[in-house]
């Protein structure tokens, strides 16, 4: 939470994100969002309430003196206002907007309910745009085990940083923040253990690829001169890997097994590993739920997708799919004339 003190936020705000963070468990990256959206709608109200110049720039423009006495001014139709310009002005999306949404409702809850500096909620009736669900893109079974075996004869001087790296994704559908936070500590024989969204645990088990990625990896590690023995994945610099080189690393393997280096991502070998073990290893959906660490169970069911040949299968399958109205009709008339000429 220090590193907001830099943009000299106005109390209000760095109170609710302390709180949010601290009280509600968000994560580091769900604060720094919320702070974001939060900075824009305040130097919003600066403008709409004409306290700032309508042509002032609302990328820089100064919110340190923020007076709170705005927020007690905000109705239903402002947050509207708000909503209409991040659409029209900044081309957000119904997801972005909907983050938004997500945002300032937390925000005034917290104002009317803990801070008590409104005496109305002027979010309680704020609507969230509709979200359309989009099917997780994913590799296959054959172009994840290409990616694999690319990635494993690639010649380069982490190869097996590289190849433990891709193995863990795919096998594990862990997030990019989470496995650049594995710790050596956290491996215990063939388990992991993964500290996730709001820094909650959960055990991950280790099939035989990741053990044998893993201590292949270990095996070349360096061990001296580390600034964190701990960390498991390591720079060049010795240093724990950040989020960047793993998915320079992740690109890069992806483009020498000759797939979309625009279409798939970390994230993506995450729908990968999640989407292979429903379908293809028949994991129960509250399991996927526990081993991608999903809150809702709701979020987990985008991996119950169908594709197109299970589409085709299930329309056949249908008890009518042989059925042919005029050929039935056409055999129940010559049945009658034959009973007409007998």
Excluded: W
């Amino acid at each position: 939470m220090n590193d907001f003190a830099r943009y000299d936020p106005p109390r209000i705000l760095l109170d609710f994100l302390n709180y949010i963070g601290t009280i509600k468990g968000k994560s580091p990256n769900t604060v720094q969002v919320y702070f974001y959206d939060l900075r824009l709608f305040f130097r919003f109200l600066l403008v709409h309430y004409k306290v700032a110049d309508k042509r002032a720039d609302l990328d820089t423009l100064d919110i340190s003196e923020f007076d709170e006495a705005l927020l007690r001014r905000v109705t239903l139709g402002d947050l509207f206002a708000f909503l209409s310009f991040v659409y029209r002005e900044r081309e957000n999306s119904n997801h972005a907007r909907a983050r938004k949404v997500a945002t300032l409702k937390s925000f005034f809850s917290y104002l009317f309910s803990k801070a008590k500096l409104l005496d109305t909620n002027p979010a309680a009736e704020l609507e969230s745009p509709k979200i359309a669900k989009r099917i997780p893109r994913y590799l296959n079974i054959d172009e994840s085990k290409h990616l694999l075996v690319t990635a494993g004869e690639a010649e380069t001087e982490q190869n097996e940083r590289n190849f433990a790296i891709i193995t863990l994704f795919l096998n594990c559908g862990m997030r990019l923040s989470e496995l650049v936070g594995i710790n050596l500590s956290n491996i215990r024989d063939d388990s992991l253990t993964i500290v996730g969204k709001g820094d909650k645990e959960r055990a991950v088990y280790l099939n035989a690829a990741c053990r044998d990625a893993i201590s292949a990896y270990l095996r070349i590690r360096p061990n001296e001169g580390v600034s964190d023995r701990n960390a498991l994945f390591l720079s060049k610099r010795k240093q724990r890997i950040s989020k960047n080189m793993v998915q320079r690393i992740v690109k890069q393997s992806i483009g020498l097994a000759g797939l979309d280096t625009a279409k798939y991502s970390t994230h993506k070998l995450r729908h990968t590993a999640a989407t292979l073990m429903y379908r293809h290893g028949h994991v129960n959906i509250r399991a996927l739920q526990e081993i991608l660490g999903h809150e809702s169970i709701a979020t987990t069911e985008i991996y119950t997708h169908l594709d197109a040949p299970q589409l085709r299968e299930a329309a056949e399958s249908n008890p009518l799919a042989d059925f042919h109205a005029k050929a039935e009709a056409d055999v129940a008339a010559n049945a009658g004339k034959e009973r007409n000429i007998n």
